[in-house]
């Protein structure tokens, strides 16, 4: 199946230079291309591979359009051209997406109070409990459980063996990979001479429209009020979200990070792999945290933070950094010093004694 340049240019947008009636079956690297396929630079630093590449056509930046001038091939300028890509790609894999027949497998176990859209897809072994609701077209794959008075919106996709428990909420055009596990308890205890006292966890979680979840990532159900993630979050795989936190909408969050209770995380924050955010903090608007970073505190600015001892402005955990790797150097020449003004002063206090004598 292919798309012509013309079609592409006219859902996406972009200006087209070039034949309008070339056709193209995929999207390749630049240094894989062939004259089947489009290719994209979003990378100033591979210029050199964009002018020898082989496809058909080329998505790319105004600045690159002009710099790349021996490439011969159609070009798709855009003011983004990775997003351009992205957009483009979706379009390939629509048309190669085996059709998913709507319906209930005759293994899966529906309770007859269940709503469920005629139009969605409901795979073998799937529980979908009493009260629940799917929408239009969704699509639970295999072994998935839907648990009582559940809302799922339209055109979202739970992947094999998904867990949503009771009450949970997603909106439309949601996907959820395998191994999620939404709305189970959060870790809620109360110390009582010792001992612990679970404290119950009637909260929902409550997800909005456009989230991608990533495979065996955990969302925990709030203790009182509702764990929140708003429209468009992104959550890469091996993620926790501890009950009653709260994610902006469009914030992404990458894989192996750990969220706090009650940590509120503003709109388009991105938050790196393995990072740490603390319960009970808010981090505002368009905050970037680096992979790693161990954030126990609030951030109120936006911009880039970074590290461990403590967090700070990006820039300024730059200049700490360098501090700490010159301190061994920084030492040595400490000492030396120390035993040179020792020196120096026995000298002088011996010269005074001498004078002193004379």
């Not at 592409?8 to 200006?15: K, P």
């Not at 100033?44 to 058909?56: D, G, K, L, V």
């Not at 009637?202 to 429209?209: A, C, D, E, Q, S």
């Not at 501890?242 to 940590?263: E, K, L, Y």
Request: charged share 15%; glycine share 10%.
């Amino acid at each position: 199946m292919s798309i012509r340049l013309g079609q592409l240019v006219e859902r996406l947008g972009g200006q087209l230079k070039g034949n309008a009636q070339i056709e193209v079956g995929g999207i390749a690297p630049l240094d894989a291309a062939t004259s089947s396929h489009m290719t994209f630079l979003s990378n100033p630093r591979f210029r050199s591979q964009a002018e020898q590449t082989q496809a058909a056509a080329l998505i790319l930046s105004e600045a690159d359009d002009e710099a790349v001038a021996a490439y011969q091939g159609a070009r798709i300028v855009t003011k983004n051209p990775y997003a351009y890509f992205a957009k483009a790609a979706q379009l390939f894999a629509a048309q190669a997406a085996i059709p998913v027949a709507a319906g209930i497998h005759a293994s899966a176990c529906v309770d007859p109070s269940a709503q469920v859209a005629a139009s969605a897809t409901i795979g073998p072994q799937v529980v979908i409990e009493a009260g629940a609701v799917i929408g239009e077209r969704a699509v639970i794959d295999a072994g998935s459980y839907i648990g009582r008075n559940a809302h799922i919106g339209a055109d979202t996709h739970f992947y094999a063996r998904v867990t949503f428990h009771s009450g949970c909420e997603i909106g439309e055009r949601g996907i959820v990979h395998s191994g999620v596990v939404i709305g189970a308890d959060g870790f809620g205890f109360a110390n009582e001479s010792g001992i612990w006292v679970k404290i119950p966890q009637v909260g929902r979680v409550v997800i909005g429209n456009d989230v991608e979840i990533g495979a065996n990532t955990t969302i925990d159900r709030g203790a009182l009020s509702d764990t929140v993630l708003e429209d468009g979050v992104k959550l890469d795989n091996q993620i926790q979200i501890a009950h009653n936190c709260h994610i902006g909408a469009h914030t992404a969050i990458a894989a192996c990070a750990g969220i706090a209770g009650s940590a509120k995380i503003g709109k388009y924050c991105s938050i790196g792999g393995a990072a740490m955010i603390h319960g009970h903090i808010t981090i505002a608007d368009r905050v970037h945290v680096s992979a790693g970073t161990l954030a126990l505190r609030s951030i109120q600015e936006p911009g880039q933070y970074t590290g461990f001892y403590p967090i700070a402005k990006h820039g300024e955990w730059e200049k700490s950094a360098a501090f700490v790797r010159n301190l061994g150097t920084m030492r040595e020449k400490i000492r030396a010093l120390e035993k040179t003004i020792k020196s120096l002063t026995e000298q002088l206090t011996a010269q005074n004694t001498e004078q002193k004598n004379d």
